[in-house]
């Protein structure tokens, strides 16, 4: 038992975060006799902290996924994300799946290893190689699950990716490789590319802003109340950081921030969900939320278009790594928060998105009532997991921090603003659609 405790991770957690005391308070000592040296003296500390932390005592955000080892086996979990050069995931297609590569290139992923790969041969051309880190590919039933909902939703209509078969059949494979030192094991899977322009590369309008929260209802009610695997339970998935009922783990992350005033808005979002978000969850409808619902994850083709008022239609529904059962009103909480990332007027977007939600699944009292608070808690949770990895994969910052660009101004004016008046602009919105709801 003792040996367990020295070395499976607990005592390390703690020396961890005993180091980062102590480091705080040697950078409130030097900031006080050195206070012009005050910016660069925090940053130092916080980056050298990081390091003590995360990559010495395994303090990752993936130990808060509900993915610890199991029995007794002694093991440190920490995330490594796959690092294979093109020409190595190349090989994998041919080994794996049979095919051979005319043309990859490498993706944006945040922590797994994407490929746009195109073949010469097979059913369809192009695919997405993708490549999940090795800590969550050690989960293979919630992987499975997640990709047999995808197949699933396909199947519904929805255009959701399908996965290529492997030469022995399956939907997936775990295989080693890598640039990296070390073997690692990564789950492997090849679906289907789905055409279209990520919502972040177009200029958001109310048409769209309305499909879209019509998609997040209609998905997460048709998964409730449809789908069906014997590993769904995998979906229950505890402590995983992103799931939004757990926006209060982030105070273990929120040193990442700094000493600043994000850092205080955050606290202050911590705090008001723990008192008023938490003791409500029972009374919210439970369903499997996809969970990832942003402005990347969701791919749009032009239909009807015109410069001075585009039409748009979702032809691709991305990412369902983040799965997990959740409350409805979750999701719309997630399209928000997302939607508002590009837009030029980020507080009207709400009432649109909230619109074409309730078209499908009419929020209730209470639902609504929690809803300024989700929104700014996925706001707190991207923003703070962001700066967190950023620290730990800092050659992949531009990406994990893309939110942050207009993120954090965003969730200032939403305090500034005030919930009163931000859910009075977002339910006067919603209400007018029902004089003149949009054609399906």
């Known amino acids: 038992m003792l040996n367990e405790f020295l070395f499976c991770g607990t005592l390390p957690l703690i020396l961890s975060r005993v180091t980062g005391q102590i480091l705080l308070l ?3 000592c030097l900031m ?3 206070p012009s040296s005050k910016a660069r003296i925090e940053d130092r500390l916080i980056r050298d902290s990081a390091t003590l932390l995360l990559r010495e005592s395994f303090l990752t955000i993936n130990n808060t996924r509900d993915t610890m080892s199991s029995g007794n086996d002694c093991q440190a979990q920490t995330l490594t994300k796959p690092t294979f050069d093109e020409r190595g995931a190349a090989e994998l297609v041919d080994r794996v799946f049979g ?3 005319s043309w990859i290139s490498s993706l944006p ?7 746009h790969v195109r073949v010469s041969a097979g059913g369809a051309d192009e695919y997405v190689l993708k490549i999940t880190n090795s800590e969550d590919s050690q989960e293979p039933e919630l992987i499975e699950v997640q990709t047999q909902a995808m197949m699933f939703l396909s199947a519904q209509g929805f255009p959701s990716a399908t996965p290529y078969l492997t030469k022995d059949g399956h939907i997936m494979s775990l295989e080693s490789g890598g640039t990296g030192l070390g073997s690692k094991k990564y789950m492997v899977r090849l679906l289907t590319y789905l055409p279209g322009t990520p919502v972040a590369k177009i200029t958001t309008n109310a048409q769209i802003l309305y499909e879209i929260g019509r998609l997040a209802a209609s998905v997460d009610k048709v998964l409730s109340e449809k789908f069906q695997h014997p590993s769904v339970k995998s979906l229950h998935r505890g402590q995983f950081i992103w799931n939004l009922a757990n926006v209060p783990l982030l105070d273990q992350y929120i040193y990442a921030l700094g000493q600043n005033k994000y850092r205080a808005v955050v606290e202050q979002v911590i705090e008001q969900f723990k008192g008023k978000v938490i003791p409500k969850l029972s009374s919210f409808r439970a369903c499997i939320n996809h969970g990832d619902l942003n402005d ?4 749009v083709d032009s239909c009807f278009a015109s410069l001075e008022n585009p039409q748009y239609r979702v032809s691709g529904i991305l990412d369902f790594s983040d799965m997990s059962y959740g409350y409805y009103v979750f999701e719309v909480a997630i399209a928000i928060m997302y939607m508002m990332i590009e837009s030029p007027d980020p507080l009207s977007v709400g009432g649109h998105v909230l619109a074409g939600f309730e078209s499908i699944l009419p929020l209730t009292a209470e639902e609504r009532g929690a809803l300024f608070l989700l929104v700014s808690g996925r706001f707190a949770q991207s923003l703070v997991i962001a700066a967190h990895t950023a620290l730990l994969y800092p050659e992949n910052k531009a990406y994990l921090t ?5 993120g954090w101004k965003h969730l200032m004016t939403m305090f500034e603003v005030g919930q009163e008046a931000v859910e009075k602009k977002w339910f006067e919105t919603a209400q007018a659609y029902t004089h003149h709801a949009p054609a399906p």
């Open 26 to 28: 040697v950078q409130q």
């Open 32 to 34: 006080l006799f050195y």
């Open 99 to 101: 095919l051979k590569v």
């Open 109 to 115: 992923s945040y922590d797994d290893q994407n490929f």
């Open 296 to 299: 990347h994850n969701i791919l």
């Open 402 to 406: 893309i939110t942050a660009k207009t």
